[in-house]
């Protein structure tokens, strides 16, 4: 799939860091991306200058799912690029202090990160599948999800995020599979340490020491390095099923 202006695309969780990233890159190629997102003054920002659309989308919500693709379709038709960012990630061990961790809290992030992401990809994958095909391969459309290395490596203070996240790996490979037939690929992205506005509140020691982790280069992910794998995912047909570390080369100790 060659990113061109001819392609439609949606970013949830694209008003801020990655998801904005990756729709400041689709921008520049053309791809139309359209963000959902929660945070309406940042993504109507960020909508109005790239001159997109934003909608307000609640990723826990099928209502809000579906009322929000009804109204990218009758303004730009058909769907061809899935980018599921949107997550959370609050930290909380197991027990501490004499109490056990908020199951309420547990529940919410599996609702928003792994829930969430498959409730977008069985809405748009839906939608995807009655569309005509973009070539010869028959290929309706691309699906990309956002996991982590803590999917792998989670930290103390992850249970409940390392879970959302190795979910996400976990059903990429059986949605590729369902999907195969539709026409549509579904590879999965698990970046590393990556600067957000977390990593750069910290202090400069800790961000260097976490810099020095990495194999090479010895700096922290970019933005840009997400959109960039976004981009080549879209266009190389061979990429499915696949969950890709973003990482450079970083194995995160047991702490």
């Known amino acids: ?4 202006r001819n392609l439609n695309s949606i970013v949830t969780g694209g008003a801020s860091g990655l998801g904005a990233a990756t729709v ?23 909508a109005e200058e790239l001159n997109t659309k934003f909608y307000r989308v609640d990723v826990t919500s099928k209502d809000s799912i579906a009322k929000a693709l009804d109204q990218v379709q009758a303004h730009y038709g058909d769907i061809h690029i899935l980018v599921n960012c949107a997550g959370i990630a609050p930290a909380a061990k197991t027990t501490s202090r004499g109490e056990p961790h908020s199951l309420e809290l547990f529940e919410k992030v599996i609702d928003i990160n792994l829930v969430g992401t498959f409730r977008m990809i069985a809405l748009v994958a839906t939608r995807m ?19 982590s290395i803590a999917a792998f490596e989670g930290q103390m203070g992850q249970a409940a995020y390392a879970a959302s996240k190795n979910g996400i790996v976990g059903l990429t490979l059986p949605v590729a599979r369902d999907l195969a037939r539709n026409g549509i690929r579904v590879n999965t992205i ?14 400069q020691e800790v961000q260097d020491a976490l810099e020095a982790q990495a194999l090479f280069p010895k700096r922290l992910g970019q933005g840009e390095d997400y959109a960039h794998l976004v981009q080549s995912i879209c266009e190389n047909e061979m990429l499915n099923g696949e969950t890709i570390r973003l990482d450079g080369g970083i194995r995160l100790p047991v702490r």
């Open 1 to 4: 799939m060659h990113i061109n």
């Open 24 to 46: 400041r890159h689709l921008a520049s190629l053309g791809a139309n991306p359209v963000i959902f997102d929660l945070n309406e003054e940042a993504g109507s920002k960020l």
């Open 129 to 147: 599948s009655a569309q005509s095909p973009l070539n010869a391969t028959g290929e309706r459309g691309v699906i990309i999800n956002t996991a």
């Open 190 to 203: 698990a970046p590393g340490l990556f600067v957000t506005q977390m990593l750069t509140s910290m202090p």
